[in-house]
């Protein structure tokens, strides 16, 4: 996820994309660059770290002189932070600037192609084929070489594209990465998101997916990839500026929530690929080769909070999935327990930050016994992402609110396919299981999606618990690695005292805690387990307790013995949790929300612990 602005009018291009990157920062920040039109030709300059640091060498713009010009700020997915691989890229003769905000996924056979054609690369960017391809395809005609290219381009973007010889225009583009385009008495401008130009402008146009837009600084024309013009109405904002940054949400818990199949969709595609109508899984950042993934012989994870969890039904499902033991640790108990590590083992650590201080730690002490290290990281260029032996990135953005809602289902979404590449290689999945997990796989982002869409009910179910003293979690197998994420989501962000706990485990000793109208969550989502959870329901009920249930659409029992029953769509049994966990994260959410808590910055945490 990054953030783009430009303008093109008769105020300076340069001050105006700064401002308005300025807003874009929640999008990334590890970079960040310009390119303005001076009159002659397109200058280009970028900064590492922070938008300030960008600002500060241009002098707040000054120094880059002119009124059309693009702007971006970073993070990172492909290529770690760096000067070289900040935006805008350029063609090799600096007459076409582009900058993106997407990921091309099919970059690394287009780069190579481009290689052969004897075009160099100087970043490791996938954005940087873009404007060599646009090089390539350039015959005076922008909005042709723009067409021309997006059809060979796998992926999403949002694209804003300069053209030194056609210097009153600025060319933007999208699909599947948001862009919008706004028009005011100066001139036009794009932006990925509202806030960016909402003080110059509350009137909008919403660009389609794999539309064109041209814009010049009287006037504004969008355009099919067939180049037939599309008429548009614009749209008038009426957010304040403060809405406007979580694009309408009331807290960015709740745009995450909502940006989970953007994120599960960002971190899966890339590696599902369709090798002529067959399924595979590529995961080029492992540096593994099959044969030394097969003679993996044990996994062990180490995780913290969330990054735990997630690591915990990933257990469930590499187990399962590739028959391959699997180990799951606190990583702030494994790195002072001496644990015993075989030679053939492969320690995973996950972290959504990249810099928690006892994940690293335990990173470390897995290396300095010479076992291999992956990482499952989100902030790319991290700590983790660079000490370990590889890393697989999930590829959800920046996370601002506390409480971790969508890189955590990134990491499962990551744990996922690392499961089903171990049983691929590892001989367990048959063609026809692998087939319908992909399957299932690809469903997952409309199926959450569905979720989310019984948000009003959710809330109106958590408005009876405001006032709970202790909520209790409880689920089998898998369903008990989910029920400990809602537990740590609910107690989190609303101060609710909350458990989790393995249903059959609670009747020894728990179960005295349940008294008249204790709230009890219980997750059933396996098949195989669903008389044996309805065993612990009834144990609870008959000890006053009220049921809200979680289970799939056929397990109709359930009601039976239920106050309240969530259904999930159908998957493949080992991907439930991806769907579970979005009632229990909107009931955690809206708790929060009726008890005033202060949802995004919950008291006593951070979002980055980098202490021990
Ligand atoms: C809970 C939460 C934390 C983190 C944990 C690990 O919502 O966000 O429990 O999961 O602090 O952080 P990372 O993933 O950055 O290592």
């Known amino acids: 996820?990054?953030?783009?602005?430009?303008?093109?009018?008769?105020?300076?291009?340069?001050?105006?994309?700064?401002?308005?990157?300025?807003?874009?920062?929640?999008r990334g920040y590890d970079s960040a660059g310009m390119a303005v039109y001076d009159g002659e030709k397109i200058c280009t300059r970028k900064a590492i770290g922070r938008l300030k640091v960008l600002e500060n060498i241009t002098r707040g713009g000054e120094s880059m002189p002119g009124t059309c010009g693009i702007g971006h700020t970073r993070w990172a997915t492909h290529g770690a932070p760096s000067q070289r691989n900040a935006h805008p890229h350029t063609n090799e003769a600096g007459t076409i600037a582009l900058v993106h905000n997407g990921i091309i996924?099919?970059?690394?056979?287009?780069?190579?192609?481009?290689?052969?054609?004897?075009?160099?690369?100087?970043?490791?960017?996938?954005?940087?084929?873009?404007?060599?391809?646009?090089?390539?395809?350039?015959?005076?005609?922008?909005?042709?070489?723009?067409?021309?290219?997006?059809?060979?381009?796998?992926?999403?973007?949002?694209?804003?594209?300069?053209?030194?010889?056609?210097?009153?225009?600025?060319?933007?583009?999208?699909?599947?990465?948001?862009?919008?385009v706004g028009q005011n008495d100066t001139g036009c401008l794009i932006a990925s998101d509202v806030p960016a130009i909402l003080k110059y402008t509350?009137?909008?146009?919403?660009?389609?997916?794999?539309?064109?837009?041209?814009?010049?600084?009287?006037?504004?024309?969008?355009?099919?990839?067939?180049?037939?013009?599309?008429?548009?109405?614009?749209?008038?904002?009426?957010?304040?500026?403060?809405?406007?940054?979580?694009?309408?949400?009331e807290h960015f818990m709740?745009?995450?929530?909502?940006?989970?199949?953007?994120?599960?969709?960002?971190?899966?595609?890339?590696?599902?690929?369709?090798?002529?109508?067959?399924?595979?899984?590529?995961?080029?950042?492992?540096?593994?080769?099959?044969?030394?993934?097969?003679?993996?012989?044990?996994?062990?994870?180490?995780?913290?909070?969330?990054?735990?969890?997630?690591?915990?039904?990933?257990?469930?499902?590499?187990?399962?999935?590739?028959?391959?033991?699997?180990?799951v640790d606190l990583a702030s108990e494994y790195r002072y327990r001496n644990p015993l590590l075989e030679e053939g083992s492969l320690v995973i650590v996950i972290s959504q930050s990249g810099e928690t201080a006892d994940t690293l730690a335990a990173l470390r002490e897995s290396k300095a016994r010479g076992i291999r290290v992956l990482g499952i990281v989100n902030v790319v260029g991290s700590s983790i992402a660079r000490e370990a032996d590889a890393c697989l990135y999930t590829w959800a953005g920046p996370e601002i609110a506390?409480?971790?809602?969508?890189?955590?289902?990134?990491?499962?979404?990551?744990?996922?396919?690392?499961?089903?590449?171990?049983?691929?290689?590892?001989?367990?999945?048959?063609?026809?299981?692998?087939?319908?997990?992909?399957?299932?796989?690809?469903?997952?982002?409309?199926?959450?999606?569905?979720?989310?869409?019984?948000?009003?009910k959710i809330q109106r179910f958590a408005n009876r618990y405001l006032g709970a003293r202790d909520i209790f979690f409880i689920g089998r197998g898998i369903d008990y690695a989910i029920s400990l994420e809602g537990s740590l989501k609910l107690k989190e962000i609303s101060y609710i005292h909350s458990e989790a706990y393995a249903a059959g485990e609670l009747k020894h000793g728990t179960i005295s805690l349940i008294e008249d109208g204790t709230l009890v969550v219980a997750v059933s989502t396996q098949p195989e387990l669903y008389q044996k959870t309805i065993s612990n329901i009834v144990e609870v009920k008959a000890r006053g307790a009220f049921v809200m249930a979680v289970t799939n659409e056929e397990n109709k029992a359930v009601e039976k013995v239920s106050d309240y029953v969530v259904y999930l769509p159908g998957t493949h049994p080992r991907f439930t949790n991806s769907l579970a966990i979005i009632p229990l994260q909107l009931f955690a959410y809206y708790v929060a929300l009726g008890r005033g808590c202060d949802v995004d910055k919950p008291r006593n945490l951070a979002k980055s612990v980098t202490v021990e």
């Not at 099919?106 to 090089?135: C, Q």
């Not at 993996?296 to 257990?315: D, E, P």
Request: aromatic share 8%.
């Open 402 to 456: 506390v409480a971790t809602t969508k890189a955590y289902s990134a990491q499962l979404a990551a744990l996922y396919l690392l499961a089903m590449k171990f049983g691929r290689v590892r001989g367990v999945l048959t063609d026809t299981e692998f087939r319908s997990l992909s399957d299932s796989l690809k469903c997952l982002p409309d199926q959450i999606e569905l979720l989310l869409g019984q948000k009003q």
């Open 254 to 327: 709740l745009k995450e929530m909502y940006e989970q199949p953007r994120t599960i969709v960002d971190t899966v595609s890339p590696r599902l690929r369709d090798n002529g109508g067959e399924k595979d899984i590529t995961i080029e950042e492992l540096n593994m080769t099959d044969e030394e993934l097969k003679a993996v012989r044990k996994i062990h994870i180490v995780a913290c909070g969330s990054a735990y969890h997630a690591g915990v039904t990933g257990k469930y499902v590499l187990e399962g999935l590739a028959r391959i033991p699997v180990e």
């Open 105 to 180: 996924e099919n970059y690394i056979p287009l780069k190579k192609k481009m290689e052969e054609k004897g075009y160099r690369f100087v970043s490791e960017t996938d954005t940087e084929v873009l404007a060599h391809l646009l090089d390539y395809y350039y015959r005076q005609d922008p909005l042709e070489a723009i067409t021309k290219v997006l059809h060979r381009v796998e992926g999403s973007y949002a694209l804003g594209i300069l053209f030194a010889d056609h210097p009153g225009e600025i060319y933007a583009a999208r699909k599947d990465s948001p862009l919008i």
């Open 1 to 26: 996820m990054c953030g783009i602005v430009g303008y093109i009018g008769k105020e300076q291009a340069a001050p105006i994309i700064l401002d308005g990157l300025a807003r874009l920062e929640y």
């Open 202 to 249: 509350r009137t909008v146009y919403y660009m389609e997916n794999q539309e064109v837009a041209v814009l010049r600084g009287d006037s504004l024309s969008f355009y099919s990839m067939d180049e037939e013009e599309v008429a548009k109405e614009p749209a008038t904002i009426d957010w304040d500026a403060d809405a406007a940054e979580k694009a309408g949400y």
